[in-house]
């Protein structure tokens, strides 16, 4: 016994002696800012620099009949100076040119990492890891990921609890692939509708978009981000850059600062204090200031008034546009403005790589601009636990990914986020129905459905809306799709047989709309944003997505004409809007007896919308943005309250913000306002929902306020909380809300959060325009 003892003792003797003798930054049980230290103090200044830069990743690996290799152009760029991020390596689409044959599936894509990740660890002088971050703005973007409904649709479901669980469920998919930061949500308040990239956001309000993106990023990032099953949130883009002039992406921001502060940075701020890892900036400038170069907003809002811990990435070549902008006269001046304000990751890689080393030299910068960043960076790898767990396994990623599980979560993502905006009463349709005519673009077109930033698809893994109806209606019905017309290209239209089905069947459902939808003949720039190109003998239905801004809001090609055709054989007509803005809906809702919009709802789309068809779930989807009648009452907001009307037109959106139908009523009864007893808890208001109609359903209760009189302009109706409640039919809830310290603030004219004492209004509702209870209290 005493001789096992002794062995066991010099055992733990040259085990302790091993771990003393690593460097400092290698022990797992040393204080984080201990470790980061240590490696900052080894590190060269090409070393420092190359962990700032965070190049284009999808050429950095080889497939070969051995496996997944790390490139020479991999091993070229790690030679030169070890890189501390790597974006989009899994990333499949026409840009990279990667398809489902030269692209990896989930299983090679774990493979691809492990060895680009064993390569930085084995082969550069301090093995420092990568952190490699993939699109995850609706599903990863990667092949054989799911592929959920993009976030307008997310946004619609009002639904705080379902965003966690998907946040949670791409991070998974995305970190079983060795992914370790997931870029998205996108927390832009996007109030032009003509901006190619509405389909990102979570529509015009700062309240909705706060709860539904801060618990994507939560659900993202979880409790920890070392546990093999999470990764870290880049928010994007920061700031105000969902409103630019003209619609045009990445145009200036025309915003005030106590409106920046009051509509455009509240999601940000509270994802900050919810623990965000990374952060974007954006395209845009605001008040002259390109925001890559923005340090006020960087340093002094986001770091030392909000408390940020994480790391800034730039936007792709944002830092070039800062001299693009003519704030700086080459990208050496860019990089020292980004740098010096706040900028620490430069995605792109070549303004940090190729001039920082150089400006330090100069005395443009200092060591300590470098260390600052470095350190950033450095600390959230070691949050994430790479120094010691650096690896993925491949056989989980083949098992996991886009499980059963995952697939039945989009779909319920895609019903919830499902809109009804009218109904004469021909919805649900029987399954028993004798014939049905599916008509229209956006039918049985798998990718029109899925919407930007999607990689590659197996056609078995997508549900169209052809597809979804055809496996919920009886054996016995007859089914008949015409396409009648693509969603620009006008040669190919055939509306005289759309007409034909029309007039066959006992019901129209036409589903038309837009397209985020990239193809191969697409030219992009390098910032990886479509051209618009007239030139092709036969138009590509792609009519949104980044670079795709529009002049109207109109149908394109021969959609308007097509759904006055179909209309006009008077049977039972359901239009259907697939689509990545609110589109013109003034037809259809003439038109149409129902009418729907799914936005772009993802590869179960057809699924839940024959759901919600044939009455398998009872829709429940609201607005996150208005609907305007044309685009000259554009901006077209909630909150700037009732509007006078136009010469030619109503000053009212054609739908307004949080509206939304279900198949059964609800009444709204018993307001009570209480006072509240703690800063979290100033006021509370409670009412009562009953289901008054013949079926189970579920209801938005929607609680807005107004600050009566303030010492700075105060919107009439502001949206503060949401609850999306399921009753049975008869059945009553009890709703309450509680509103706290930042609901009942505003930035005065010195732009200081302060609650004003005075008198607010209460009200309750289930839509913006859809008051039931009002009420009032006083602070």
């Not at 379902?162 to 370790?180: C, F, H, S, V």
């Not at 002259?288 to 809002?301: E, N, Q």
């Not at 070039?320 to 980004?338: H, M």
């Not at 603030?745 to 005075?758: D, F």
Request: aromatic share 8%; with cysteine.
């Amino acid at each position: 016994m005493r001789i096992r003892n002794l062995v066991t003792a010099g055992l733990i003797a040259c085990a302790s002696q091993a771990i003393a003798q690593q460097p400092l930054y290698k022990q797992a049980t040393a204080p984080i800012e201990d470790r980061v230290n240590d490696l900052l103090k080894q590190m060269t200044v090409e070393e420092k620099v190359g962990q700032l830069c965070c190049p284009l990743g999808w050429e950095m690996y080889t497939k070969t009949k051995k496996g997944i290799v790390p490139s020479e152009l991999y091993k070229e760029r790690m030679k030169q100076a070890p890189i501390g991020s790597f974006w989009a390596v899994l990333r499949a689409d026409p840009w990279t040119q990667k398809t489902l044959e030269t692209g990896l599936n989930p299983e090679l894509s774990a493979k691809a990492l492990n060895a680009l990740q064993k390569y930085a660890i084995e082969e550069t002088r301090l093995g420092v890891p990568i952190l490699f971050a993939e699109e995850c703005p609706h599903g990863h973007m990667a092949i054989g990921a799911t592929v959920f409904p993009t976030s307008l649709a997310q946004a619609s479901t009002w639904n705080e609890d379902l965003m966690y669980k998907m946040g949670e469920t791409i991070a998974l998919e995305a970190r079983l692939q060795g992914a370790n930061i997931g870029y998205g949500p996108v927390l832009d308040i996007a109030r032009e509708p003509r901006w190619s990239r509405m389909e990102e956001s979570f529509g015009e309000d700062p309240a909705l978009t706060s709860i539904l993106g801060v618990s994507f990023m939560k659900g993202m990032q979880g409790e920890a981000q070392n546990d093999g099953k999470h990764l870290f949130s880049t928010l994007k883009h920061f700031a105000a850059y969902g409103i630019p002039e003209g619609g045009h992406n990445g145009s200036r921001a025309n915003v005030g600062m106590r409106q920046l502060f009051s509509d455009y940075l509240p999601p940000f701020k509270k994802a900050v204090e919810a623990g965000v890892g990374t952060i974007m900036t954006s395209y845009n400038s605001i008040d002259g200031v390109p925001c890559t170069a923005h340090k006020y907003l960087l340093d002094d809002v986001l770091r030392k008034q909000w408390g940020f811990n994480g790391f800034v990435y730039s936007d792709l070549l944002s830092i070039e546009g800062i001299a693009g902008a003519r704030v700086a006269k080459d990208n050496k001046g860019a990089a020292v403005l980004a740098l010096k304000a706040g900028v620490d990751m430069d995605l792109g890689g070549n303004a940090y790589g190729k001039n920082l080393k150089q400006a330090l030299e100069e005395g443009a910068i200092t060591m300590g601009d470098i260390d600052r960043a470095v350190a950033n960076v450095l600390r959230l790898k070691f949050r994430m636990g790479l120094f010691e767990n650096p690896y993925v396994s491949p056989e989980q990623a083949k098992k996991m990914v886009r499980s059963k599980e995952h697939k039945e979560l989009a779909r319920e993502v895609a019903r919830e986020g499902t809109v009804l905006l009218k109904n004469e009463g021909v919805l649900p349709l029987s399954k028993e129905i004798k014939s049905i005519a599916v008509i229209g673009p956006n039918a049985d077109m798998i990718y029109n459905q899925l919407g930007d930033y999607t990689a590659p698809q197996e056609r078995k893994e997508i549900v169209t809306v052809l597809d979804g109806i055809r496996n919920a209606v009886s054996p016995a019905t007859k089914v008949t799709y015409v396409k009648g017309c693509a969603i620009r290209d006008v040669t190919t239209s055939n509306i005289p047989a759309a007409v034909e089905a029309a007039k066959a069947a006992d019901a129209v459902v036409l589903v038309v709309g837009g397209s985020s939808a990239r193809d191969f003949k697409t030219k992009y720039i390098s910032t990886g944003a479509a051209t618009v190109s007239e030139d092709a003998k036969v138009l590509p239905d792609m009519d949104c997505g980044e670079g795709f801004d529009r002049s109207t809001l109109r149908l394109l090609g021969d959609q308007e004409t097509l759904l006055e055709a179909v209309a006009a054989t008077g049977k039972p007509l359901v239009v259907i809007y697939i689509q990545g803005r609110p589109l013109n809906m003034n037809l259809a809702s003439e038109k149409a007896q129902a009418l729907l919009t799914s936005w772009y709802p993802g590869e179960q789309g057809g699924a839940a919308i024959a759901d919600i068809l044939f009455g398998d779930y009872n829709p429940a989807g609201r607005l996150p943005i208005s609907v305007p009648r044309s685009e000259g009452q554009l901006p077209v907001f909630y909150s700037q309250g009732q509007q006078r009307a136009y010469v030619e037109s109503e000053g009212t959106p054609l739908y307004a913000f949080g509206y939304g139908l279900s198949y059964t009523k609800f009444d709204y009864s018993g307001l009570e306002l209480q006072k509240g007893n703690g800063k979290d808890a100033l006021q509370t208001v409670s009412c009562t929902v009953t289901n008054t109609g013949d079926r189970d359903g579920e209801e938005v209760v929607q609680l807005y306020i107004c600050d009566k009189v303030a010492s700075v302009s105060q919107a009439p109706i502001l949206l503060k909380a949401f609850q999306r409640i399921g009753l049975k039919k008869g059945e009553s809830k009890k709703v309450t809300f509680t509103l706290g310290e930042d609901d009942l603030s505003l930035y005065n004219m010195e732009l200081k959060q302060v609650i004003e004492p005075g008198e607010f209004k209460v009200m309750v509702g289930a839509a913006s325009n859809d008051i039931r209870l009002k009420g009032e209290f006083t602070l």
